[in-house]
């Protein structure tokens, strides 16, 4: 267990979870709760031997990084995984439900199993060209086991993608209703939401010029600035997008109930590779132990290089 400040948070938690799923524990001494559920997440630290890591952040003392997660009532804690939030829960658990929580997500204590997770046949049949057969794929294991929760972010996910707006949120609609809604939900909702608008919205067919003309007239005309954003994450524009909500996080960080904020990092979470399985491709190194460098790595690791400098420009902006 590792106590962590804004000073060491980019080390401690940010780059820690790219190798292994860190939890972090929001506390405060004052907190009766947290003195109780303190002691488990210690226990199953040492129980579950490196497989996840623990972090503790005072949220009375670190008050920033507290409010950078939405933390409301504590304890909360969150676990984050390739550096960003993926999941959560808030209050004093009991040790049974921790573990349950805990073995959603972090690798089995051989590295993880070889068996192919329905997200990988559906993306190899992706790769083959076949869209319909792959969201039967994941549309199976969802009625198989509908509490199967990476299985329904996979085909929520390829809904919106491949423009199933209407299917997609019914399918949705059940991870929304979890207390807490887990990031990676909030994200395709955040998307979705962004598309319906844009569907209806007449400047859905605006040009960048056109936006920029009108937001030259005012700086702070911020509704039109979203809608910039949003006909931007409908076009795929990710990065400008976020360039987009990050001046209005900027000169008004509350505006619409923070929804400039929720956009950004819904889209930091939609842009974030899946956690890569703990085999020899995956770790970029042949039967033998030579190190790979492959263009798929490559490219990986520009697109976290990307994300961290988007998630240190919001830290900024929200400070």
């Not at 703990?278 to 994300?307: H, N, R, V």
Request: aromatic share 8%.
């Amino acid at each position: 267990m590792i106590d962590v400040t804004i000073q060491n948070f980019e080390n401690e938690v940010i780059a820690a979870s790219m190798q292994t799923p860190v939890l972090v524990d929001f506390w405060a001494p004052w907190c009766g709760p947290c003195k109780v559920i303190g002691p488990i997440l210690e226990k199953l630290e040492t129980e579950y031997a490196g497989r996840f890591k623990l972090v503790k952040i005072d949220s009375d003392q670190e008050q920033q990084l507290a409010q950078a997660f939405g933390i409301r009532s504590i304890p909360t804690c969150i676990l984050v995984m390739n550096g960003q939030p993926v999941d959560g829960f808030t209050g004093a658990q009991v040790e049974s439900k921790v573990r349950e929580f805990l073995d959603k997500h972090v690798p089995e204590g051989d590295g993880l199993g070889l068996m192919p997770s329905e997200a990988e046949e559906a993306q190899a049949l992706l790769e083959s060209g076949d869209t319909d057969a792959a969201l039967m794929k994941l549309q199976e294991a969802l009625a198989v086991n509908p509490a199967n929760d990476d299985a329904r972010y996979d085909y929520v996910k390829l809904l919106i993608a491949s423009g199933y707006l209407e299917e997609a949120g019914p399918a949705l609609q059940p991870a929304l209703v979890q207390i807490p809604v887990q990031i990676r939900f909030d994200a395709l909702s955040q998307w979705l939401n962004a598309l319906h608008f844009v569907a209806h919205d007449a400047r859905r067919d605006w040009s960048v010029g056109q936006f920029d003309a009108k937001i030259a007239e005012n700086k702070r005309d911020f509704e039109t600035r979203f809608a910039k954003s949003r006909v931007l994450m409908s076009r795929g524009e990710w990065t400008e997008a976020m360039d987009e909500l990050l001046e209005i996080i900027m000169r008004d960080r509350k505006w619409e109930d923070e929804a400039p904020r929720k956009a950004y990092v819904a889209i930091l979470e939609l842009l974030t590779p899946p956690k890569p399985k703990a085999d020899a491709a995956a770790t970029g190194k042949s039967a033998g132990g030579i190190e790979l460098m492959g263009q798929a790595a490559m490219q990986q690791d520009e697109t976290t290089t990307l994300l961290n400098s988007y998630r240190r420009k919001l830290s900024m902006a929200l400070n």
